[in-house]
């Protein structure tokens, strides 16, 4: 079966509209040949004359009065979708967006997120849900409008991503630690007993790989899939945890923080989205709302 050319239907629009070959062809900057080769077409497809000479002029069939307001609300549909995007107001919107976060960035981040979008758009409402894994299924699917995280080798190239903001690593032990006075050494630093956080369940990490520049290994005793879970047991015990400094600020309240006595990479923070949302007014305003809270 040959597909219809709706090409007819905005040229069918025009001749009902008109009522006149001649006029439709000037509207359409078609010639008046061109247009009664249309006409033919449409009476072919459609297998009624639709337009018939009446003295001088031409009147519609009762087929042709049938279709009209149908025809000419399907152009203007069609107009629609084809149009750009109107500018978006906040004000008007109502939708509900997800997040996927980790647990640093929903505690130091979501309250001031939250303000801005109740501010701006009322009737938006978020959704954060854990970053467990660097799978970007749900965003594929579009279970999830944007996440967070560090992109990588790992990360999935088909995604648009943008810098939120660049962190570093610090040490973190709880208010009266042995390591919360003095000079923290890397020798200092290894030789006491240390959390790890791998959502992926390693059994070593950046840290490690500092420390063995220095000949040094370190005594890991526990591991975590998130930061908020590791600094819990950091002010219950002696252990030591290794975090981002901006995205655990508020997980922090009470401990003691000190630089890492280290060669460490920084690490950028960004936001994903799937790239058929990246053109859609609401998401692009979400995206700027992100970025500008965390900037």
């Not at 629609?80 to 919107?93: F, I, K, S, T, Y």
């Not at 997040?99 to 409402?125: H, K, M, Q, S, Y």
């Not at 630690?177 to 369940?201: C, D, E, N, T, Y």
């Not at 520049?213 to 526990?222: H, S």
């Amino acid at each position: 079966m040959n597909a219809p050319d709706l090409n007819l239907l905005i040229t069918l629009d025009v001749l009902l509209s008109e009522g006149s070959v001649a006029r439709a062809a000037t509207r359409l900057g078609l010639s008046p040949s061109a247009m009664s080769r249309a006409l033919a077409r449409l009476r072919e497809t459609t297998g009624d004359p639709l337009l018939v000479r009446a003295g001088r002029g031409l009147v519609p069939t009762p087929r042709a009065l049938e279709l009209r307001d149908r025809v000419s609300y399907l152009v203007q549909e069609a107009e629609a979708v084809l149009r750009p995007a109107e500018v978006l107001d906040p004000g008007q919107l109502r939708r509900t967006f997800t997040l996927r976060n980790t647990d640093g960035f929903v505690e130091t981040f979501a309250a001031a997120l939250l303000a801005r979008i109740a501010e701006e758009a009322p009737d938006v409402r978020l959704r954060f849900v854990q970053k467990a894994d660097k799978d970007s299924t749900l965003l594929r699917e579009g279970r999830v409008d944007l996440e967070t995280g560090v992109v990588d080798d790992s990360t999935d190239p088909t995604l648009h991503s943008r810098i939120l903001f660049r962190d570093q690593w610090i040490g973190v032990v709880r208010e009266g630690h042995p390591l919360s006075s003095g000079k923290v050494s890397a020798k200092r630093f290894a030789s006491g007993q240390h959390i790890l956080v791998s959502r992926r369940g390693r059994s070593s990490g950046p840290v490690d790989e500092a420390l063995l520049a220095f000949g040094l290994t370190r005594d890991i005793v526990t591991s975590f899939g998130g930061f908020s879970a590791a600094l819990t047991l950091v002010r219950e015990s002696d252990l030591i945890a290794t975090v981002p400094e901006r995205h655990t600020s508020k997980l922090r309240t009470g401990l003691f923080s000190f630089a890492l006595p280290l060669r460490m990479p920084d690490i950028s923070v960004s936001m994903l989205w799937h790239p058929r949302m990246d053109a859609d007014p609401a998401h692009r305003w979400l995206r700027n709302c992100v970025r500008e809270v965390c900037a």
